[in-house]
């Protein structure tokens, strides 16, 4: 298996990085257009980096692009945390990655929103399994949250000394 995994941020990855079994290969896709303001995205972007560093991983970084992602998620900014704007945002950076991994020969994409308590594994699977279905891709399947898994990375987060985000990442998250 050829993983390129989604990473949404340096706490979250700290959990997959301890539980994805030995794989040919691995690497972390760092892409986050949805993070408001880029000073968020930098605090983001420089944990991530730390995490990269600790677990001397492989790593992508993806373009921080949030005038697409507008257009993405335009006439959803008043839908609630967890809605239909959430599912477009999953989506589409889901899709990225997907296009990712067939530009650089991965085989496989999967993604750590799973290790949030507050994003459903269910239906963020259900969206990879898709996009990867459509790239000719398989998904990894997970729910990183699961065996206190959240926890354990804001254990991680604490021992790494890495930035942690209090809320998702796009402007409308922050209410």
Known sequence: ???LLHVCCG???????????????????FD??????EEEYNK???????VVDHFGAEAIIGKYDPEKWFDEVS??????????RC????????????????EEGYDTIGSVFTTSPHKNAALIN???????????????ESNFKKKDGFKRS???????????????GCKFSIR
């Not at 706490?11 to 896709?29: G, H, Q, S």
């Not at 599912?87 to 067939?102: G, N």
């Open 1 to 3: 298996m050829k993983l």
């Open 11 to 29: 706490p979250d990855v700290t959990v997959a990085l301890e539980r994805i079994p030995e794989i040919e290969r691995l690497c972390l896709f």
């Open 32 to 37: 986050n257009p949805n993070v408001h303001p």
């Open 44 to 50: 983001r972007l420089e944990a991530f980096r730390k």
């Open 75 to 84: 006439g959803h900014e008043e839908d609630p945390e967890g809605g239909e």
């Open 87 to 102: 599912t477009i945002c999953f989506t589409y950076r889901l899709q990225r990655t997907a296009r990712r991994a067939k």
């Open 126 to 140: 259900s969206i990879g399994k898709r996009i990867a279905e459509e790239y000719g891709l398989d998904y990894l």
């Open 154 to 168: 804001v254990q991680l987060s604490h021992e790494f000394g890495i930035y942690r985000q209090n809320y998702c």
